[in-house]
């Protein structure tokens, strides 16, 4: 049963996504951005008998490190506290549901709508993509997968968030603080601490794993690129230090990032609604 | 006649006799008389022919005098590991079609599978294979080396020999040979070599030219080792129509030239490499340059990489496409000292973004490459990690914004192309990528649309179709008549009480919610929590539902809520004060809710008729009136038919009539058997549903009694609903209240209680105190 309350509330949080503007909006933006950058890779590939992984492909990777945490963040903020808000949170667990069930069946649910969207945007860039031979199709999949990754990572920081808070405009201006953190600021503060003390190259790159968008941005850039010796030093030292199974263990990354950010939300979750 | 016949027989043998045993050929193999190679040698003349048959002949073998070995079917000549394999120590000699294997190992004798120490050798159509060095030529000049495949030995790039090497042996010709996983092919103190149509791979320098000039190098490929070709101190050096692909070792260069004098790189192709082009201060000498012009350079990490001392190159005519840096300054500074430009023509670019008002193929604005990220990595190398950062991209965008921090261009094209330049004819078929890729986009814009396939699985219009199919399993829904649900493996329905409640204490924080409070429903009964606002009404429904901590002992059917919670609400119907105002649509709801209770949908569609709402099945729920909305979540609650209806407040929001339809609703499903415990300030409410009553005051539970048995409290006959401005609520309270009414707040609105004969004092009481009573409205009750 509590296998199948978590069912029907995933497809009900489905169904809430495709009403949600936040959703829609951001699903459009990334739907349309991803397709005018690959279209213009298309073009410049359309007019050249070579290909590869160029300047305009990697900034698929920059548009998905702008979108994919700012959708996650903002939706896994605005799903808790909004059904506190409106009091449906009360309603819905007053129902033979488990604050677990309800917390999975929401999360699993907008999880999917993320997916979906990002699918949806990686399968437009596809058809422009893969028909100038500007990235490797399985290496194009596996960056879909990282993709949805990094979205899942930022929902169950936003569902975190949103766990703690009882307004909206709260939870969603936490999300977007941490969104400028995670995206610019957490990097532009490790830029500098770079030049000011001169890190090695070994701790640049364990201090940015830290933040799930930069283990993304690694794991794309080595994924389409095929190695990371364009991040200079750092990723030379990530080529050697951890070879071919560096993807697979950036992606493993994320996915602990979304398992533990899923777990503190949910412990928290259950924390608040017992007060 | 005989000796004719005789004369005959012997003319016919000599022309039916093989070549080999011609006179001047020898023939070698493993059956023959001559088995073996060095003892043909030994015994062949000079310009002899050594034909070796198919099999396996053992090394070393030395070739000391003029002479062609030929081999038929791939003799093999194996070194067993040990020396040199095959030694060409003579001049004009020429060695074909042999498999040479099993060099041995040692670098201070450079033990190879083929050497050459003498001039003029032709090394042709052999396969060199296992050794350390493949073929060397050694002070062997006018050598030719053509078609051999060389496979060094299965060693670490660092311990591995040179595939083919040249040491001052010039005017070789090196011709279609492939080599691949050895170090490198050499060419040193070697001029006028020619280089044409070989494959070098998987090794660390590709072609290395050092002390060498007047070299012509074309239509090779030289693909994933550490650089393609590197050209060091020599001059007049041509490279030409080669395709240097994926040279991304540790140097990672395409195409590389350190101090050459007067090089011409034009129409080759390089890509996918990590640096392009690489030039290091060159030409070294005055007054000549290097002409850099008609290449594509494409898809590298660095298209063209170049320290800032070099100066005299003309750089133009190439097509610079799509490199993740196009041209860049090694380790800071500018690229002024280049010539980007010749006779009004540039390089292509395609980051270009500029135009061409005039159409003339030339681009209007010039080209200029002046990122401050790229300075600030060319500055700190440690910062490329920022590469395709936001960090990076926003740094870019601040410098263009703010010209304060704009740095100053690292180089300027003032002719840049607005075209590609032709694509250079090259030995290297650049195939279309597949077309079946493309279906990859229709694979995952599938897997996009299946979570919502999930999704509508679940959808009224879908589960509504799917239960019409189904057949009818149960009676259809009458309210009076619907009995609640019988027992369950979790919860067992008898006639002992359904809630006990024994000392439940509920704190939040240092405030006291429910203190010790106690009592019992048994099936059937109607208990009315009743009391002010914040009297603990609400916390002891949210402690039967198991939606708070408490102290204290409560169970539901025998089960406490904390820890059975969901089998608990399993048997409670819970009807809130308001339903909360989702976007769903009431069919929506109703098949979610319909779905988490297990009651087929059908029955719960025929329970939203008894409601009368019906109609609304596609509404929307917050469009819905309020009287709507409490019918809505009525019908919610009694789907599945629990056996326990809890309600908060249910009437607080109502009109009149909606109030009145609503109770005569909760009060059938009384009649029909549903035990209900109900939380009310309203004593109306009260009076018309409840078998039983708890008064409840500051958490406390302060009296109790049957509803049967209560006095009946004839100083409180009827309500009087006030309708007051909002900041005049709380005084006029207070005024009621120090009057010794009793009066209990509803949003803008005050019910006031009053006995029959003082129903218009509290007119006077707040007219006096000059508070307007907006509307009133006096509602006769059953009396308590």
Redesign the interface.
Known sequence: ??G??V??????E???A??NRWFLADAVALLVLSSALSLLVFL?GA?????????????L??LM??LVPLMGLTLGALALASDRE???L??W??????TG?YFLGKAL?IG??L???V??G??????FL????ATD?LA??AL?GLTILLAWASLTLGLLLSSRCSRTSTAVSLALGLWLVL??LG??GL?GT??AV??P?SW??GI?LVNPT?AY?IAA?RLL?G?L???????LYADERFGATLPLLLASMLLLWSLVGGVAAYAVLRRE??? | MRRLVLAATLTMLLLVTPPQVRASELLVCPECPLRDIQEAIATAPVGATIRVRGGVYAGPVVVDRPLTLYGENWPAIDGGGQGTVLHVAAPDVRVEGFIVRGSGTNHDREDTGILVTAPRAQIVGNQVLDSLFGIQLLNAPDGLVKGNLVVGKPLPEPQRGDGIKLWYSPRAQILNNHVRDSRDVIVWYSDQTLLRGNVVERGRYGLHFMYSSDSLVEQNVLRDNSVGIYLMYGARQIVRNNVFFHN?GPS?YGLAIKETDGVVAEAN?M??N?VGLYIDNSPISEGVINQITGN?I??N?VGLLISPATRSNLITGNTL????EQAAPQGGGTLDHITWAESGRGNFW??YAGYDADRNGIGDLPYQNRALSSVL?DR????????????A??LDLAARAVPLFQPAPRFTDPAPLVQ?TP?PELPWS?S????T??F??????T??????L??L???PRFALAQAAKAPRASAPVVLASTAPSTATAACTVTDAAVVQVHGLTKR?GDRLVLDNVSFSVRPGEAVALWGPNGAGKTTILRCL?G???YTGTVTVFGHSPLQD???V??Q?G?V?Q???????TVG?LLT??A????EPLERAWERLGVFGLQHTWHQPVRTLSGGMQQRLALALATIGDPPLLLLDEPTANLDATAREELLAALRQLREAGRTIIFASHRPDDVWRLATRVLRLEAGRVVAESRAAALPVRHDIHQSLILELDADALQPATHLLTAHGFAVYREDQRLRVLVPPQRKAEPFFLLARLGIQVRDFQLEVTDGW
């Open positions: 049963m509590a199948n309350t069912l029907v509330l995933a497809q009900k489905l169904r809430d495709l009403r410049t007019t050249s008998p070579v290909s590869g992984f160029g300047r305009t492909a990697a900034s990777v920059n490190l702008l409106r009091s449906a009360e309603f667990l007053a129902q033979p549901v488990g069930a649910g999917l709508a997916a979906a969207a699918a949806l990686f399968g437009a860039s596809a058809v893969l028909f100038v031979g199709p194009f999949l879909t995206v610019l990097n532009l830029m770079a030049l001169r890190l190259p640049l790159l940015a930069e941005r850039l690129a190695t010796e364009l991040l200079g030093p750092a990723g609604v017992l007060r | 991304r990672g192709l890509l996918r990590r594509w494409a898809y990490d496409l799509e490199n993740l395609s980051d990595t700190s190398p440690l910062l490329a990690f920022f590469r395709f950062s936001l960090v991209s926003a590609p694509l650049v279309p990528p597949s077309r890729d493309a990859l986009s229709l694979a995952l814009l897997a996009a649309a299946l979570p919502f999930f999704a699985r679940g959808s939040f539902l939606r708070t901590a919670g969901p089998a609400r399993a409670i819970y809130p308001q339903l909360p105002l989702l976007d769903l929506e979610t809710v779905r988490l209770r297990g």
